[in-house]
Structures are given as C-alpha cells and as structure tokens.
C-alpha cells in the first residue's frame, strides 16, 4: 500500500497497529517515513513495550531507543533489559523518576549486582510498578540486601528473583522478620536462587498478601524445620516447590503445617532418596487432614539409575494410587523413563488419542509407562530398560505404554512381556524387517504378538516405512483401533 493510501487510515488504526510492535521497532518502522507520522509517534497515546535485547543492541536500535525515553517516557508500560553487553551501562543511564508515570512491568536480565542495588532505590517513585522480575548471573554472597530494596517499593504484585551462578552453600539470605511497618504488597513471588527454609520464612514475612509462591530448595545448608516458626500466609492459595536436596517426606510435612494456608494448587518437584513420596497412603493423609481446600495437585519424583548408584525402590502395597481418594478427583499416576531417570508423575488427567469421544471412565485403568530411551545400556554397565520397568512394577501395574524413540522387535518383545496388562501402544518407529527376509526375532515377535489379546489399540507417531504397516495387519485381526501418523504423503495413500 502506497504511503499516500496509508495516510488515509485514521490515528485510532495505528494505535492499535503499534501495540503490536515493541517501541524502538515503531520509532525504525514509522518516524522517517513523513513528518504526520513522526508526530504521530511522538504524541501517541497507546503504552508502548520498550525490549532491549543482544540482537538490538546495535547503533540504530540504540538511537531509537534513546528516543523513545526522550519522547515517549511517559508512555512506556513495559520495559525489558534482556542480556547485551551494554546492559549495565543501559540500565545506569536510565533516569528513573515519576516521569516514567505508566510504567508497570521491569525486567532486568543478567544485570551486575552493583548496579541493581543502585537502581532499586530510585523505583520507590514509579507509582505504578507492578511487576518485576530480576536475573543476575552474579556471585552475591548475601541475597538480603536485594530482598530489602525489593520490599520497599510501595506497589509491587509480582516478583522473580533467579541467582543461579554462585554454589550452593555459599548464598545466605540475611534477612530479620519483618515487623508490622515493612510489609510488602506483593501478592505473587518467584524465588529461583538457592534458599532454604529459615531463610524462605523471613522472606513471606514480609508478604502477609501473597497468594502464589513458587520456591525453589537448593542447598546443602540444613535446617531443623521443626525450629522454624509459623509462616501467617492466610491469602496463599498456590505453592509450587522445586526441591533438589534430601528434604524427607515428614519434614515436607511439618513445612505444609507451618504455612497455614488454605491451599487450591499444589506442585511438587523433587529428586530425593525417600521412596515415602511414592506412599499414596501417607499422601491421601496429608491432603485430607492439612491440604482440605486442595483442587489441584502436581508431583514429580525422580528416582536416578547408575553403574555406581544403588537406586532405593518402593517395596510398599502397590496400585494405592487406583483407590476412590485418587479416582474422585481424578489425580492420576504416570510414568516416564527419560535418561537416568524414572519420573513418577502425578497430574490431573487429561484425554489421550485412544479416548475418540470422552475421557476415560475406567481411571483405575489409567496408569501410562511413556519411554524416551529403550536401550540404557548403549551408556551403562550394568542398567538395562528392563531394570527402569521393574522399578516403576514395584510401585503400580502398567495399562499403557508410549515409546518416544525407535525401535527394533526383538527389544519390544521383551518390555511386552513385562507389562501383561497393556491394551494401548504407541509407537514412534519399530524396526523389522523385509516380509521376504525376516529374522528369527522378527518372526518370535510377529507371533507373540498376534497371540498377545491384551493389546487392542495401537497407534504409529511417525511412519517412514510400510514394512511396519504390512506386518502389522498379520497380526492386528483383535486390534479394534489403528492410528497411524505417517511422515510422507504416499505411505498415506498405500
């Protein structure tokens, strides 16, 4: 479109158009075009988004975007420092006072530690800041410091902290209980650095309106939870915890007892010895008695396998996670082998390619086995897939399985065998061979499994080869439903 036709289009359209558009692309785009559209941007009324990332770093980019803060600071709702080397210098030449009047949202990313403690300061006048996110790939010693400066701006709703370079052991947070003249008005917080309980406790004490918690447990440092004193976190309503460390099943418990809150959502990610996370009983006990409120649970445990590593196995009553607690609310059990791992996933259910209409009414028939890696031992000694199945066997029985990876019959064969009870099967690609030169393997498998009644639904993710699709209706006379997902158009047509 001619610029003279688009010059017929009213301002209210490129308000709208510039929405879309980040503030230093509208200012490249539009202002050298004529002198109605450089006015236009410099009196435009829309909040403008302000992205200063490394691919925008260079001299044009950066005119404009110097600007945008001469012209248009007024307007900005979002500014977003993303990492360039001239971020630090970007950031301190910022004059952050109550001009930036609409601003709202704050990101700083891998911003020098220095220069976030003297840029804090200077935020207590924006009146409308109501986010902010921080990601420094510093070494600070003590994370306190920043929490302080954080908790005195006066209109915060959300905040991310990730810290993530230093070790461990050697981030404290410094940080006294806060008293009845410090609170914060954060109502959502993320901590992604290393913390521990005590040190989490200061923190929410400041934050008596927080309603979503996201903690991520990263430390070698112990501490006695029992010691810790009650969190009054009344308005938490979501809580999500990543934990990497040995935190045992009961002192998870007593730090749910501390929160004293009345909890909807809960997630839970964990890679610890204690195979009671996978006690469906003591769980069902903890959500009744200190989790009442509890619409939506989250859970992740992974149980790591090594040459080296003897990985503790669940030895208690099998099949708990079928009983009406778990039915009821529909929280079902899954199981995925990735590498080095088995993960016991709980999650609510969702509708899977069997299911053609509704979800599944037999939820006690529900538990899935989804394989990302068949072949362990191409990387170990002593650990083959078979070890991965007994694991997760010990804990429930397996109704559906899912291979994410390619392959051959023979190792198939075997994994079938070790899960009777499968009457679903997906498949990313299965190796046999030419009908005219089958193997002794090939042979074994087509005949387990035309005998084998269990198994009545089966879908291919990627077929490339039509051996597979000939072999298969050999043998698929009591398959009642066949998907197939194939990678060219003429294997669709055969």
Request: hydrophobic content about 40%; charged content about 20%; aromatic content about 12%.
């Amino acid at each position: 479109m001619p610029i003279s036709s688009l010059e017929n289009l009213p301002n209210e359209s490129f308000y709208e158009i510039f929405k879309y558009f980040d503030a230093c692309e509208i200012y490249h785009s539009f202002s050298s075009l004529n002198h109605r559209f450089y006015q236009l941007i410099k009196s435009s009324p829309p909040l403008l988004k302000l992205r200063l990332s490394f691919s925008k770093s260079n001299e044009i980019f950066i005119n404009n975007y110097r600007k945008v803060l001469l012209f248009n600071k007024n307007q900005l709702l979002s500014l977003h420092l993303w990492s360039t080397k001239n971020t630090n210098d970007i950031v301190s030449s910022i004059i952050f006072d109550s001009s930036l009047n609409s601003l709202q949202s704050l990101i700083f990313h891998t911003i020098d530690i220095d220069v976030l403690t003297s840029v804090l300061p200077k935020l207590t006048c924006l009146p409308r800041l109501f986010s902010l996110a921080i990601d420094t790939w510093a070494d600070p010693k003590n994370l306190g410091d920043i929490y302080r400066l954080i908790f005195n701006l006066p209109k915060l709703k959300f905040v991310k902290f990730t810290a993530m370079e230093s070790a461990n052991d050697d981030v404290t947070i410094s940080l006294p209980i806060a008293n009845n003249e410090q609170m914060s008005s954060i109502e959502h917080l993320i901590t992604s650095h290393p913390c521990v309980v005590d040190e989490l406790s200061a923190i929410t004490s400041y934050t008596p309106n927080l309603r979503r918690l996201k903690f991520l447990y990263l430390s070698n440092r112990n501490v006695r939870i029992g010691s810790i004193k009650s969190m009054a976190l009344s308005n938490l309503t979501n809580l999500s915890i990543s934990m990497y460390n040995e935190i045992s099943f009961d002192k998870l418990k007593i730090f749910i007892e501390k929160l004293n809150s009345k909890l909807k959502s809960f997630s839970l990610t964990t890679i610890v010895e204690d195979v009671t996370y996978l006690d469906a009983n003591r769980w069902e006990e903890l959500i009744l008695t200190k989790l009442p409120q509890l619409e939506k649970f989250d859970f992740r445990y992974s149980a790591y396998f090594a040459d080296d590593y003897d990985t503790p196995s669940y030895f208690g009553q099998p099949n708990q996670f079928i009983s009406p607690f778990w039915l009821e609310r529909r929280w079902i059990l899954e199981i995925e082998v990735e590498f080095e791992n088995v993960i016991y996933v709980i999650r609510p259910y969702q509708k899977r390619w069997y299911e053609m209409i509704n979800a599944s009414d037999q939820l006690s028939k529900s538990i899935r086995l989804s394989l990302d890696e068949t072949c362990p031992e191409q990387w170990t000694k002593t650990i083959f897939i078979e070890d991965y199945i007994r694991h997760a066997l010990n804990l429930t029985q397996i109704y559906h399985l899912e291979i994410n990876a390619q392959i051959v019959s023979g190792k198939l064969m075997k994994i079938l065998r070790l899960l009777p009870e499968v009457n679903t099967l997906k498949i990313s690609s299965l190796s046999i061979s030419q009908p005219e030169s089958l193997f002794n393997e090939d042979i074994e498998f087509l005949d387990f499994l035309s005998n084998e009644k269990q198994i009545i639904k089966i879908c291919f993710k990627n077929m490339k080869d039509m051996n597979q699709i000939q072999m298969l209706a050999l043998i698929c006379s009591h398959v009642s439903h066949l998907e197939i997902n194939c990678i060219n158009y003429k294997h669709a047509e055969l």
